[in-house]
């Protein structure tokens, strides 16, 4: 583009860009699930001006059709809940944006969602899970900004923590609400240490006691974790629900994964940020580095396979990854426990790749009881391989 056709370009986007409005959750709509009610969250943010603006939610289901509207200023998020009775089989959620009755730059404002819902219990409710029951009892005061689909997860692969003595890290503190749900789940032995960039989070401190406390700092900072680590104890647990933004995801993964305790599990939280110029909210890319996480997420599956990483952080504790899940928009990352692991075979790896090449027919003839009996399968399978 010629300078003179690229400054008339930026200087039409100038005027034009008071009327555009960006929605920051990509994918917009959050369910908290309830026995009796869809409790969502839709948040967004305008560049508008008028004093009347609203959010209006559209309700649709096979049998109804409804909308409301709530007031809105240029930022936030706006709650609310719909009685299941009035939901049933497939429904769709459409928020606008509106100033009066006009809809604003309609494409861009408006956000859908299609859900699944049965008069009857719903899925995510139907089997016992105390994260349920926590959010059936606590339909106000501080509330925690969790998908749906969050609970059973965490109920899957945190259960085994409860009543124990152990130690979580959750970045992202806000108001609180998630810090008071771990408190119920995981019981009285539970430490918790919660990290938020923001002054205010945690109720300015009111959260905190003997076994609570609330750091501020940015998850990108490796020498606030450096401190932190320093003064706490290791980590059982870690749930990453803070920027969601990739650069600072793998920043806190980096420099946290090593100071995680054996048996310990790494979970983050919101993975759809990583994919925003793929969706339809290109517009959102004020995420520099937004895909640095879930690329990264992708080369420590091989990194678990071979035990080998050019990560320098990672090199003495990468070998100790012991499973990674992947589920939509969040994965868990799994460590050995003590005593567990592949750690001689990992060893024994690096001899094989520059070894075996050369050495194969002469290590054909190796007893099997010389080796350990992992080590002995993956060098069948290496022979299969390479003289096969
Ligand atoms: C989604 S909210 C956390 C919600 C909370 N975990 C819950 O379930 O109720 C995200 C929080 O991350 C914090 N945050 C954003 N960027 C951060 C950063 N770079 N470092 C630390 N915290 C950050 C925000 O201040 C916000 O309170």
Known sequence: MSSWRFIFVQ????LLCDKSIHWVEPTDFKEVPSRSHLKCEVM????HSESDLAICIQVESFARKFSFCEKFRRSGHVFFELPLELLDGQIRLTAALQSGDLVLASDQVRVQKWLHLSREIPAWADEF???VDW????????LTMKHAHYFDLYHRHLQHFRGKKSHLLEIGVASGGSLQMWKAYFGPRLRITGVDCCPFSGMRGELEDHRTSIWIGNQEDPQFWAELIQSVPPFDIIIDDGSHVGRMQLEAFESLWPHLA??????VEDLMFGYLDMGLHKDALFFKGHTLWVERLKGLM???????TADSRLQDSVAAIRGIHIYRHFCIIEKYDLGQGLSGLVHDWAAFQVGAGAAAPALAGVQ???LNPSATTLLRCFFWTSLG
């Open 11 to 14: 200087f039409w986007r100038l």
């Open 368 to 370: 099997a009881d010389s």
């Open 44 to 47: 967004a943010f305008s560049n």
């Open 262 to 267: 054996p048996g310990g599990v790494y979970i």
């Open 129 to 131: 899970n105390p994260l």
């Open 135 to 142: 959010w059936d009892s606590h339909r106000e005061g501080l």
């Open 302 to 308: 091989d990194e678990m396979q071979t035990g080998l």
